[in-house]
């Protein structure tokens, strides 16, 4: 006796949970995508030459856009920082690092700048503070001239304040002492 084959027929009124719950979920897919991956990257950075000043007036400044530049500093690396203008006029330069994972980068998430191990937004330090010697996730002020509606960050101050904060943290892991623990 053969076994007669059957024909399956699914009406669209039998298969609609099928087909709501494969849209529920691919949603779902998609949302958790938008949010835990960073989209808002800062645009390229505008590489300078190593003693080149940057000059920039505060009609090109777009408020709570950062505009970033790269900077050469010793051993090949480069320093990245901004300059920002927010909605009150105020101008912010500092380097677009954090100090505990210096290596890692950075991304920009709404008007917030996240160090991209931390996940988290670099504390921007009020006017006359100065950071902890510890290493953390605060962006780290660039002492600037502002004389008119021009701002004039300098490349011996980028390089000096660099040097003094970061110089630690962008050592080649590994490489350098010789000495041994005791």
């Known amino acids: 006796m053969r076994a007669r084959k059957r024909a399956l027929n699914i009406t669209w009124r039998e298969a ?14 998609a949302l958790g995508v ?3 991956i960073p989209t808002g990257q800062i645009a390229p950075s505008k590489a300078l030459l190593r003693g080149e000043d940057v000059t920039v007036t505060f009609g090109e400044l ?13 051993s090949g690396q480069t320093a990245e920082f901004f300059v920002e203008r927010d909605s009150d006029d ?4 500092a380097f677009a690092a954090c100090r505990r994972c ?7 998430q709404g008007s917030q700048i996240l160090c991209k ?19 953390d996730c605060v962006q780290i002020p660039i002492p600037f001239e502002r004389s008119g509606d021009r701002l004039v960050v300098r490349a011996n101050t980028v390089r000096d304040t660099f040097t003094h904060w ?6 080649p ?3 350098g002492s010789s000495e041994r623990p005791n």
């Open 62 to 74: 777009q408020p709570t856009l950062p505009r970033l530049y790269a900077y050469p500093v010793e």
């Open 117 to 135: 191990r931390c996940k988290e937004p670099m504390e921007r330090l009020a006017p006359g503070q100065t950071p902890g010697p510890e290493k």
């Open 102 to 108: 210096y290596q890692s980068g950075h991304y920009l």
């Open 173 to 175: 892991v590994g490489g």
């Open 34 to 36: 938008w949010y835990f």
């Open 90 to 93: 105020k101008i912010v330069v």
């Open 166 to 171: 970061y110089a630690q943290a962008a050592a």
């Open 16 to 29: 609609w949970p099928i087909w709501l719950t494969f849209g529920v979920l691919s949603a779902l897919g």
